[in-house]
């Protein structure tokens, strides 16, 4: 069971990422996927979340409006766009699946992608 995450990267702030990540060594298509991160100094937080057929998605707070989040269950894959990124964004974004959850709030992920480094400078 591996996820990998890609599409990190330096920007200023106002520009835009899409972060992707693919799920292989099992099925994903039934289960939520989603985002996590982690800004230096500072515990992991949820970012964002999609159910197992892409009708519901879910996001934190500080991210709403700017994040989209989205899944294609015929690649395994599953996308984080964002736009307007602000400096409070840099952190190591994190893919992960959480196997329990029926809808797309995730809060304890069973796997875990390795991570991929968001830097916005302002």
């Known amino acids: 069971v591996q996820l990998q995450a890609s599409g990190g990267g330096a920007v200023q702030a106002g520009g835009s990422l899409r972060l992707s990540c693919t799920a292989s060594?099992?099925?994903?298509?039934?289960?939520?996927m989603g985002w996590f991160r982690q800004a230096p100094g500072k515990e992991r937080q949820f970012v964002a979340g999609?159910?197992?057929?892409?009708?519901?998605?879910y996001y934190a707070d500080s991210v709403k409006g700017r994040f989209t989040v989205s899944r294609d269950n015929s690649k395994n894959m599953v996308y984080l766009q964002m736009n307007n990124l602000k400096s409070e964004d840099t952190a190591v974004y994190f893919c992960?699946?959480?196997?329990?959850?029926?809808?797309?709030?995730?809060?304890?992920?069973?796997?875990w992608g390795q991570g991929t480094l968001v830097t916005v400078s302002s």
């Open positions: 060594g099992r099925a994903f298509s039934r289960y939520a």
């Open positions: 992960v699946v959480e196997v329990g959850e029926k809808g797309s709030r995730i809060s304890r992920p069973d796997y």
């Open positions: 999609v159910n197992w057929n892409n009708s519901t998605t």
